[in-house]
Antibody, heavy 120, light 110 residues
C-alpha cells in the first residue's frame, strides 16, 4: 500500500523555524516528483514546493528564500525546512507525489497533512 | 503567482449538471494545457479528478469532464450525485516550474 505520513507540525512563534517530515512507504521518494501543498484554515490549496526526481527544487514566491525542500533517500523521506515563519504560513501542510512531473500537477497520492500554527 | 478565480459556490439537484469555471491569465491557464482538478471532502486530503485539461484520473467516472477556452478552464459534472458534494480546486502550471491553484468552489447537491 502506498502511504505518505507527515509529521513535525505544531505551534511556533513568528520568526521561528520548523522542519516537517514526510515518510513514504510503498513508493520511492527519489523516483517521484515530491510536492508540498498547504491549506490555511478554511482556505484554499496553495502549491509550496517540489523536489524533482533528478534533484532540482522549486518554490512558490511566497516561501522562496525561507523554506527548503530536501529528501533523504536512505530514509525514503521528504522534508520541508521552514525558517522565518510568519502568521500567514499557518496551514495544514500536505506532502504528495507526482509520478510524472510532466506539466499538470498530477498528485495522485497524498498524506493526511500536518498542522503548522504560527502565533505568539 | 495570483490564485486562479473560481466561483465560491455552485449548486444543483441530483441528476442535473453543473459547471465550475476557473479563470486565469495567458501566463497560466491560457498558456499551457496543464490544468488539473481536485475534489476535497471535509477533513480529507484532496483527490485528483482531471489532469491535462480533459483527462480523467484512474477511477473517475465519465460524468466528470474538463475543458478549456482561452484563459478559462471548466469542470462539468453531469448526473449529480450526493457524493459529489465537496470542494473543487483547479490548478494550472504557471511557468518556470511553479503551479497555482484556484480559490476553490463549494459544490452543494440540493
Amino acid at each position: 500500500e502506498v502511504q505518505l505520513v507527515e509529521t513535525g507540525g505544531g505551534l511556533i512563534q513568528p520568526g521561528g523555524s520548523l522542519r516537517l517530515s514526510c515518510a513514504a512507504s510503498g513508493l520511492t521518494v527519489s523516483s517521484n516528483y515530491m510536492t508540498w501543498v498547504r491549506q490555511a484554515p478554511g482556505k484554499g490549496l496553495e502549491w509550496v514546493s517540489v523536489f524533482y526526481s533528478g534533484g532540482s527544487t522549486y518554490y512558490a514566491d511566497s516561501v522562496r528564500g525561507r523554506f527548503t525542500i530536501s529528501r533523504d533517500n536512505s530514509k525514503n523521506t521528504l522534508y520541508l525546512q521552514m525558517n522565518s515563519l510568519r502568521a500567514e504560513d499557518t496551514a495544514v501542510y500536505y506532502c504528495a507525489r507526482d509520478p510524472y512531473g510532466s506539466g499538470s500537477l498530477f498528485l495522485d497520492c497524498w498524506g493526511q497533512g500536518t498542522l503548522v500554527t504560527v502565533s505568539s | 503567482q495570483s490564485a486562479l478565480t473560481q466561483p465560491r459556490s455552485v449548486s444543483g439537484s441530483p441528476g442535473q449538471s453543473v459547471t465550475i469555471s476557473c479563470t486565469g491569465t495567458s501566463s497560466d491557464v491560457g498558456g499551457y494545457n496543464y490544468v488539473s482538478w481536485y475534489q476535497q471532502h471535509p477533513g480529507k486530503a484532496p483527490k485528483l479528478m482531471i489532469y491535462d485539461v480533459t483527462k480523467r484520473a484512474s477511477g473517475v467516472p465519465a460524468r466528470l469532464s474538463g475543458s478549456k477556452s482561452a484563459n478559462t478552464a471548466s469542470l462539468t459534472i453531469s448526473g449529480l450525485q450526493a457524493e459529489d458534494e465537496a470542494d473543487y480546486y483547479c490548478c494550472s502550471y504557471a511557468g518556470t516550474y511553479t503551479w497555482v491553484f484556484g480559490g476553490g468552489t463549494k459544490l452543494t447537491v440540493l
